[in-house]
Nanobody
Framework: QAHVVESGGGLVQPGGSLRLSCASS????????IGWFRQAPGKEHEGVSC????????YYADSVKGRFTISRDKAKNTVYLQMNSLKPEDTAVYFC???????????????????WGQGTQVTVSS
């Protein structure tokens, strides 16, 4: 498990873009599975995108497919979530989770309790 910190959230107009970052100062994330999740008021916790620890294969929820991209920058020990064509329904608190043992295979699995960051707010509104 890794202590991770999210950043990059903010207020953006519909159709705009944001790039979220998930970084750790304690652990090298190269071989960690990474998950981006979001929680909006009154909605279920949703796995948005996940990245495998072994082959960097990816998963995207249908709601973001084609608009969001997850990527790993090993030099910066950071995983990004590039969010384009943002919609009001993307408004949520976005959380990053990182764990070396979680298996990402065609979905965003549950991550251990200690693997989560504090979250960053994304608001899409005109």
């Amino acid at each position: 498990q890794a202590h991770v910190v999210e950043s990059g959230g903010g207020l953006v107009q519909p159709g705009g873009s944001l790039r979220l970052s998930c970084a750790s100062s304690e652990f090298t994330l190269d071989h960690y599975a990474i998950g981006w999740f979001r929680q909006a008021p009154g909605k279920e916790h949703e796995g948005v995108s996940c990245l495998s620890s072994t082959d960097d294969s990816t998963y995207y929820a249908d709601s973001v497919k084609g608009r969001f991209t997850i990527s790993r920058d090993k030099a910066k020990n950071t995983v990004y979530l590039q969010m384009n064509s943002l919609k009001p329904e993307d408004t949520a608190v976005y959380f990053c989770a990182a764990d070396p043992f979680t298996v990402v295979a065609g979905n965003c699995p549950p991550f251990p309790l200690g693997a989560w960051g504090q979250g960053t707010q994304v608001t899409v509104s005109s």
